[in-house]
């Protein structure tokens, strides 16, 4: 399973940056994928799902109602739309696969199995 986080940058807070996570390998249409980040110094917190077919989808309460997370299954991809970033958005964030049920433990990183490589997002204030 390969997975390809693209799409970081540096933008100013309230700004928009969509991420996209090509991935390769797997049942793409049956694989939930996930995308969790990391602020320097901080652990990997979760950030949003979404389940193979795209029905169902969850969130983190910190980026609830300004990112949205949608896949395309003809392309393999999965997005993330960032919107109205704050400063502390700022993180590297990965895309990973789910293992077992999308709704089972989707918060926790070890209920994730293979990892991208990340892709860095700066908001400046």
């Known amino acids: 399973v390969q997975l390809q986080a693209s799409g970081g940058g540096l933008v100013q807070a309230g700004d928009s940056l969509r991420l996209s996570c090509a991935a390769s390998g797997l049942d793409f249409s049956d694989s939930a994928i996930g995308w969790f980040r990391q602020a320097p110094g901080k652990d990997r917190e979760f950030v949003s799902i979404?389940?193979?077919?795209?029905?169902?989808?969850f969130y983190s309460e910190s980026v609830k109602g300004r990112f949205t997370i949608s896949r395309d299954n003809a392309k393999n991809t999965v997005y993330l739309k960032m919107n109205s970033l704050k400063p502390e958005d700022t993180a590297v964030y990965y895309c990973t696969t789910k293992r077992g049920p999308t709704y089972s433990d989707y918060y926790a990183e070890g209920s994730y199995v293979s990892w991208g490589q990340g892709t860095q997002v700066t908001v400046s204030s």
């Open positions: 979404i389940s193979g077919r795209g029905t169902l989808k």
